[in-house]
């Protein structure tokens, strides 16, 4: 199993974009995935990608967020552009149970990172 450090959370205003990374501790051939959850909210899965590169978005940040990873250096990363107030939350990334293909449901993932902030005021 990997050990997951996000970073990369900020305050930006609205329209405006952030990069999130996570460091894993070690190469994952499986599912990876971004995850979010605002206050009194329960988690929603952001996007994710699984060992071929095959990608998941949730459609309310489809075409705003695109989500990569880079196997040389063990890093997941979530570009996050034109952003709402909406999208404000702790995100976390996570690792899942599947090689092929990337669901975006939470309960598919085993394990997380400890999470970075986003705020986005308008």
């Not at 988690?43 to 990569?68: C, L, M, N, P, Q």
């Not at 952003?83 to 404000?88: A, R």
Request: aromatic letters at 10%; a negative charge.
């Amino acid at each position: 199993q990997v050990q997951l450090v996000e970073s990369g959370g900020g305050s930006v205003q609205a329209g405006g974009s952030l990069r999130l990374s996570c460091a894993a501790s070690g190469y994952s051939s499986y599912c990876m995935g971004w995850f979010r959850q605002a206050p009194g909210k329960e988690h929603e899965g952001v996007a994710a990608i699984d060992s071929d590169g095959s990608t998941s978005y949730a459609d309310s940040v489809k075409g705003r967020f695109t989500i990569s990873k880079d196997n040389a250096k063990n890093t997941l990363y979530l570009q996050m552009n034109s952003l709402k107030p909406e999208d404000t939350a702790m995100y976390y990334c996570a690792e899942g149970l599947l090689r092929f293909g990337a669901p975006l449901n939470p309960g598919e993932y085993n394990f997380w990172g400890q999470g970075t902030h986003v705020t986005v005021s308008s």
